[in-house]
């Protein structure tokens, strides 16, 4: 490989979410965190330089998006999704998160229902909770090892007042990434319920071997037209904490209204960091980001022959996108709560557990594998060598 994904930096000490953050959370330095969704690679070189070049600059004024800004994420859609978006469809909105409860807020009531497939990334589910509105949920039914959506149910879940739907692609936690055919099913219930479709894609550009990626915005234009579709290059190139997103809204009227809502809690303006991120990671990052994808389905593969070696009664759900493995934990035949007692206590791994995700989601664990292969293998060893513990019963 060109680049190196071996090498273990370390991220204590400064300030991390996914280390400092869950030390403190757990009181215990000494475990080795899995949970947090970012990577433990450091950032292309580009995008590096380009912090440099702000740094060397010496001021950091109020900073607008630039045409490059626009040019480059168009460029990288058409280039690796083929998707065309013409530049007056995008918004920044500076992270996921918030654009979910902005869009929430701009077009919907409180008391009004929103659909959301769980298990479910926890802030989209409070995407609704915190605004008021109502939770339809919608279960992801497993079937021979992969889950599906069950639209048949979500035919009777939805009522006069649900005016949303919240749709995770690819999926966080389970790692399905949507066939055409399922975002067509979709995207046609929201048709003919009069829904505004708000598509979570963050985690587009991450996929495993075999599986595509497909694009909400390649939909049908009936459908484009009830679309928000939310995007990021912080997931794909590790730099969350630059602070940095972009919604694509294909309807002028309700683009207009998104734009009001932005401009009226006053978030309409990026660092001069994330400006300059988007316009390297886009132009001048394509060789880190292919060996990247290797490294994950590498860390894949070793992951599931470690646990099928050593650890067999977790079931690992086939990942088809995200850095992110779903594990099925009721064979072990132990409560949530008794697992993550011994994940923090006898392995010193800490992971997410699935009630994190919602009810849908207890009895399963998430683990982030975007690490260097030597401290997956560490964090491994520590589970294996508590295994014995765990299945007899701890």
């Not at 060109?2 to 273990?8: C, G, N, R, S, V």
């Not at 279960?139 to 006069?160: C, F, H, I, S, W």
């Not at 708000?198 to 915005?217: C, K």
């Not at 394509?286 to 389905?297: S, T």
């Amino acid at each position: 490989m060109a680049y190196d994904f071996d090498t273990i930096v370390d991220r204590r000490n400064t300030n991390c979410g996914r280390w400092d953050t869950m030390d403190k959370k757990y009181g215990n330095r000494r475990l080795i965190h899995l949970g947090v969704a970012d990577m433990d690679f450091r950032a292309p070189q580009p995008i590096i330089d380009g912090f440099r070049e702000c740094l060397d600059h010496g001021i950091f004024g109020y900073t607008d998006v630039s045409e490059a800004f626009y040019g480059s994420f168009i460029s990288w859609m058409e280039r690796k999704h083929a998707v065309n978006i013409n530049k007056k469809e995008i918004l920044f909105c500076p992270r996921i998160n918030i654009s979910a409860r902005l869009c929430v807020e701009t077009f919907t009531k409180p008391g009004e229902g929103i659909i959301i497939q769980t298990p479910a990334y926890a802030p989209l589910y409070d995407a609704i909770v915190k605004n008021g509105r109502k939770v339809i949920e919608s279960r992801l039914a497993a079937e021979n090892g992969k889950y599906r959506m069950d639209l048949e149910q979500l035919e009777k879940a939805v009522t006069p007042d649900t005016k949303m739907f919240l749709l995770c692609s690819p999926h966080n936690p389970v790692g399905r990434v949507w066939t055409k055919r399922e975002l067509e099913q979709v995207g046609e219930f929201c048709l003919k319920h009069r829904l505004v479709l708000y598509a979570d894609e963050i985690h587009g550009d991450i996929t495993a071997q075999g599986a595509d990626f497909v694009s909400t915005l390649s939909l049908r234009e009936e459908i484009r037209q009830l679309l928000v579709m939310a995007f990021s290059p912080t997931k794909t190139f590790n730099i969350p904490g630059v602070i940095l997103s972009y919604l694509v809204i294909p309807d002028d009227g309700m683009r207009k209204r998104m734009e009001n809502t932005i401009d009226r809690t006053g978030m309409h303006n990026p660092t001069v960091f994330a400006v300059k991120a988007a316009e390297k990671a886009y132009t001048e990052c394509d060789g880190w980001y292919r060996e990247m994808l290797a490294y994950i389905n590498g860390n894949d593969a070793y992951t599931r022959s470690f646990f099928a070696a050593y650890m067999p009664k977790f079931h690992i759900y086939p990942r088809e996108g995200t850095y992110l493995l779903w594990m099925d934990c009721s064979g072990l035949g132990c409560t949530e709560e008794e697992l993550e007692t011994w994940f923090l206590e006898k392995a010193q791994v800490s992971v997410y557990m699935g009630s994190v995700f919602g009810e849908a989601g207890r009895g399963y664990i998430r683990v982030n594998i975007a690490s260097p292969r030597k401290l997956l293998e560490q964090a491994y060893r520590r589970m294996a060598d508590a295994y014995g513990e765990l299945v007899s019963g701890m």
